[in-house]
């Protein structure tokens, strides 16, 4: 064998290797919707590092509402609090997105809850009754997830927070994202018309964020973040180069915190990800009301009752 024909069969040995690389970079930065992925010992040590810097434990290791922790190993269904925070210099924000998921690797399902913003209900360990965002603001993520599970009385296991504010650099790391935007409308700046849009990411964060021009509210709102979120998914496991991942674990390990290690996060592409395959949207029913002039979603006790025995059925809990 000439050396040529020995560098030509080193570069095909080497080319899937980098494509893996990529899918689990890709893969673990939408770990919320269980993106898929493959390790790669190229990037392993970076990875790591970046989800050390991820990782911010809850104050409480288990939720009250489970009598032992789940179990990846055993394929225990999990469920998974994903808050995208409006967060700017010096302000800690809102928690402007809320999607309870649940998943069951057993039969292979997803459920999502987009949670309005506005959502009317009691704030755990504040001792008031207010916006259901505003528990975010009031006692950080440990008082958004104790506040959830009083709302929809289920266990939040795990939490995923991604700071919408800085989202956009996530979006320029892997080249922009493209959309199928359902309506016409002017926001920011930005104008946005219906059909494909390829969006930068000061452009994707202007259109994640629109709400009061949307018929929808709150719920088109949260459409389109989901949106941008799987655009960075196609966008990522479409990029046959390694050449931007340091900027794209850079943009992670700046807006990205979560209770999920990194030896997790292996356990749930192993065990979890065909879930991602079977996913039902459930929605919050309810209707807008003024409390002293201020405008809140109420939403009532029958139908917390059906969506909780919804998501307790799933996550197989009493």
Do not use: C
């Not at 309870?100 to 999502?112: E, F, G, I, R």
């Not at 001792?127 to 959830?148: L, R």
């Not at 030896?263 to 807008?288: F, P, T, W």
């Amino acid at each position: 064998m000439n050396m040529e024909e020995s560098q030509t069969r080193k570069r095909k040995r080497k080319k899937p290797k980098k494509k893996r690389a990529f899918k689990i970079i890709m893969g673990i930065i939408v770990l919320l919707i269980l993106g898929v992925g493959a390790y790669a010992y190229s990037v392993w040590h970076s990875v790591e590092k970046t989800f050390t810097q991820t990782h911010e434990p809850l104050k409480r290791d288990v939720s009250e509402k489970r009598s032992e922790k789940v179990s990846f190993s055993d394929k225990d269904p999990i469920s998974i609090l994903l808050l995208g925070v409006d967060q700017r210099a010096g302000d800690r924000g809102r928690s402007d997105s809320l999607i309870l998921m649940t998943v069951n690797p057993k039969d292979q399902s997803m459920k999502m809850v987009s949670i309005p913003r506005d959502t009317r209900t009691e704030i755990v360990g504040k001792g008031t009754t207010d916006k259901i965002n505003h528990a975010y603001a009031f006692g950080g993520v440990d008082m958004a997830v104790n506040t959830v599970e009083k709302f929809l009385d289920v266990p939040v296991d795990y939490y995923v927070q991604v700071n919408m504010e800085s989202f956009k650099d996530i979006v320029d790391a892997v080249g922009g994202v493209t959309v199928n935007n359902d309506l016409d409308f002017n926001y920011d700046g930005y104008s946005f018309k219906k059909g494909k849009l390829t969006l930068d990411g000061k452009e994707a964060l202007a259109y994640s964020r629109m709400r009061k021009e949307d018929p929808r509210g709150d719920f088109g709102r949260q459409l389109r973040q989901r949106q941008i979120i799987e655009g960075v998914i196609d966008e990522g496991a479409s990029v046959q180069s390694l050449a931007n991942y340091g900027n794209i674990l850079d943009a992670i390990g700046t807006n990205v915190r979560t209770n999920l290690t990194f030896d997790d996060m292996k356990q749930i592409q192993s065990n979890y990800k065909d879930a991602r395959h079977n996913v039902e949207q459930l929605q919050v029913d309810g209707q807008g009301e003024k409390i002293n002039g201020i405008y809140y979603y109420a939403v009532s006790d029958a139908t917390r009752q059906e969506l909780s025995t919804k998501l307790k059925d799933h996550l197989n809990v009493k």
